[in-house]
């Protein structure tokens, strides 16, 4: 089983940046969709981002798209997530997540993830 740990969440105010980290351990990360997800408070968790196992393919939130960016690093077992012109209703615990796939693709179902973090906080600021 892959473990996963989430890093770099924060309070910054509206305009602002983060990077947030996912780093993995327990198996190599090569065959694993990657997916970002969030949760707000009293809202169902949502899906932010998602990357093919090679970084070749990634899909996007509309709420997300064209601020946000997702990569990966393979050999160092990293997921990232560069959030750019940060809003206040971007706030929410975001959580990374895995799901084994021999299959070369993106996933925004979160059903299909079976590894997931316990998630970072963000905040935004108005």
């Known amino acids: 089983q892959v473990q996963l740990v989430e890093s770099g969440g924060g309070l910054v105010q509206t305009g602002g940046s983060l990077r947030l980290s996912c780093a993995a351990s327990g198996r190599t990360l090569e065959s694993y969709v990657m997916g970002w997800f969030r949760q707000a408070p009293g809202k169902a968790r949502e899906f932010v981002a998602t990357?093919?196992?090679?970084?070749?393919?990634?899909t996007y939130a509309d709420s997300v798209k064209g601020r946000f960016t997702i990569s990966r690093e393979n050999a160092a077992n990293m997921g990232y997530l560069q959030m750019n012109s940060l809003k206040p209703e971007d706030t929410a615990v975001y959580y990374c997540?895995?799901?084994?796939?021999?299959?070369?693709?993106?996933?925004?179902?979160?059903?299909?993830?079976?590894?997931w973090g316990h998630g970072t906080q963000v905040t935004v600021s108005s």
């Open positions: 990357i093919s196992q090679s970084g070749r393919d990634t």
């Open positions: 997540a895995l799901c084994p796939s021999r299959m070369e693709g993106t996933y925004s179902n979160s059903g299909v993830y079976t590894s």
